[in-house]
């Protein structure tokens, strides 16, 4: 998550977007990690607000979207899962309705970086692996 604008070097590793590449509000999906199996995750943006969730529902595990980067409820509000309309909280991930009620999305560590959406510098995908 981000607030005021951060100045520091970039570390191209870690960048999965420019933050002008995020509607507000708005998502994107991105995959990160190396291998066969990339953890699948994706960004969603709120104002000044950026977070970083691996797109996998704790209901059924599916991911959350059928279309690439359609994550939002129609009016932006919440975060919609497609399979059974679980609905999550953009600033939480908490699931506020459907199956899963009360289960989270889980974190992935976002920040932002001279405009631009990187992923935390200690973060390890493999450390995501059910
Ligand atoms: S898999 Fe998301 S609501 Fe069922």
New binding site residues.
Partial sequence: MSGSEDRRELDLERVLCALTELDDPGARAFTVGRGDWPLSGFLVRRGREVHGYVNR?P????P?NLRPHEFLTSDGSLLL?N????LFEISTGLCVD???AGARLRRIPVEVVNGYVVIAADFRAEAFAD
């Fill in positions: 529902c209901h059924a595990g599916h959350l899962c399979s059974h309309g679980a459907g199956p899963c």
